[in-house]
Structure formats: structure tokens, C-alpha cells
């Protein structure tokens, strides 16, 4: 089982930045990518980024040039620094690992931003 813990949401303004942290913890698969989907209120949950072990990453195209996400291997932690931010922005960003065979999620931290 693998349990992830996400930190850094909050609220900021329109164009301000804000970083997110994921830790996980438990019986991490060796081989796996560690990422974020984000929930605005009244939408369904989207994908937003992830990285593999090696570092490949991929991004929604609405995020584009303004997150990055990035991992620290040795302290199973994903990131996800988000510049330039917008209202449409606002969500219930979760982390997500996947493994081989099975997919997990983190409880989710909440990102406003005001206009």
C-alpha cells in the first residue's frame, strides 16, 4: 500500500505563484510515475502533469509553460510549481502514483486564486 500527503495549497491572486509537495510513503514501487490531477468545483477531475523515474514529464495543454512538475527520488516527493496563476486555476489538486498494476491518490490540497 502507498499513502501520499500533499502540501502547499492555498489561496493567491491572480499571476502570483504557488508550489505543491507530495510525499509518499509505504511500499513504493521501484518503477512508477508520480503526478496531479486537479478538481474545479463543478467539473470533473483532470489530469495535469506527471514525471516517470527517469524524469519524462507531461502536461495537460492548459498548463502548459506555466507549471512544472519535478521529483526528488531519494525523498519520493513530486512537485509541482505553478506560475502565473489564473482563476480558472482553482481546484482540488491531487497527487497521484501509479505503479505497475495500481493507480493511488493523495487526499487533496485546495488552490484558490482570486482575480
Known amino acids: 500500500q502507498v499513502q501520499l500527503v500533499e502540501s502547499g495549497g492555498g489561496l493567491v491572486q491572480a499571476g502570483e505563484s504557488l508550489r505543491l509537495s507530495c510525499a509518499a510513503s509505504?511500499?513504493?514501487?521501484?518503477?512508477?510515475?508520480m503526478g496531479w490531477y486537479r478538481q474545479a468545483p463543478g467539473k470533473q477531475r483532470e489530469f495535469v502533469a506527471h514525471?516517470?523515474?527517469?524524469?519524462?514529464?507531461n502536461y495537460a495543454d492548459s498548463v502548459k509553460g506555466r507549471y512544472t512538475v519535478s521529483r526528488d527520488n531519494a525523498k519520493n516527493t513530486v512537485y509541482l510549481q505553478m506560475n502565473s496563476l489564473k482563476p480558472e486555476d482553482t481546484a482540488v489538486y491531487y497527487c497521484?502514483?501509479?505503479?505497475?498494476?495500481?493507480?493511488?491518490w493523495g487526499q487533496g490540497t485546495k488552490v484558490t486564486v482570486s482575480s
Open positions: 497521484t502514483l501509479q505503479g505497475v498494476s495500481r493507480f493511488y
Open positions: 509505504g511500499s513504493i514501487p521501484s518503477s512508477n510515475t
Open positions: 514525471i516517470t523515474s527517469s524524469g519524462g514529464t
